[in-house]
């Protein structure tokens, strides 16, 4: 079985623009989160998708942004980029709500 | 709020020999779960081991276990017959279990990263 992807792996983008990541969950799953990652503030949650709702929100502001389709992938959105965006944007996928979070490779962004 | 705690920055073993790396937690809850997550340099975060809260015994899963300590809110990880392979930081996470899991979220330490020597 597949695990979960993520496109692209490697982003460079200028600050002011937008930038749209996009996550394939292990088949079957049906939630993905997303957590970044930056050497400052470790990991940090963003949000969780389950079946197209957004069920948790972390502590970032609304230029952050998310939805999940009806094939259980997701995009995450990030609007108006800040130097300190720059960061591993990591997605994971689960199958039932108490089980572990399978993790993908993560994207790598860097906002110059 | 749920808090993680890793106090080793970095640690050093000699390949085939065991380590132990330290998580301590702190959370009001009585129904929680905690992971140990390997990240090599290549960035994917690779599940290790769970714990339950409620799980009387302590997890194994091949080379790894964990010890808890309920009482003393720890969850160290422990490697046996350390490799060259197993060179990468280690996160601890914790995350609460409420009923429906409709807040799922994991927070985690800030890592311990491990280096085997041959």
């Known amino acids: 079985k597949a695990g979960v992807t993520q496109t692209p792996r490697y982003l460079i983008k200028t600050r002011g623009q937008q930038v749209t990541l996009s996550c394939s969950p292990i088949?079957?799953?049906?939630?993905v989160s997303w957590y970044q990652q930056t050497p400052g503030q470790g990991l940090q949650f963003l949000f969780e998708?389950?079946?197209?709702?957004?069920?948790n929100k972390g502590n970032f502001p609304g230029r952050f942004s998310g939805r999940q389709f009806s094939n259980s992938r997701s995009e995450m959105n990030v609007s108006t980029l800040e130097l300190g965006d720059s960061a591993l944007y990591l997605c994971a996928s689960r199958f039932r709500d108490h089980d572990e979070q399978y993790f993908g490779p993560g994207t790598r962004l860097t906002v110059t | 709020a749920q808090k993680i705690t890793q106090t080793q920055p970095g640690m050093f073993v000699q390949e085939k020999e065991a380590v132990t790396l330290d998580c301590t937690y702190d959370?009001?809850?009585?129904?929680?779960?905690l992971f140990w997550y390997k990240q090599p340099s290549s960035g994917e975060m690779i599940f290790l081991i769970y714990?339950?809260?409620?799980?009387?015994q302590n997890a194994t899963e091949g080379r790894y276990s964990l010890n808890f300590q309920k009482a003393r809110k720890s969850a160290n990880l422990v490697i046996s017959a350390s490799q060259l392979g197993d060179s990468a930081m280690y996160f601890c996470a914790m995350r609460e279990l409420h009923s429906g899991g409709s807040n799922y979220k994991l927070t985690f330490g800030k890592g311990t990263l491990l280096t085997v020597n041959p």
């Open positions: 714990q339950g809260s409620y799980d009387e």
């Open positions: 998708y389950f079946s197209e709702t957004q069920r």
């Open positions: 088949s079957g799953h049906r939630s």
């Open positions: 959370t009001s809850d009585q129904s929680y779960g």
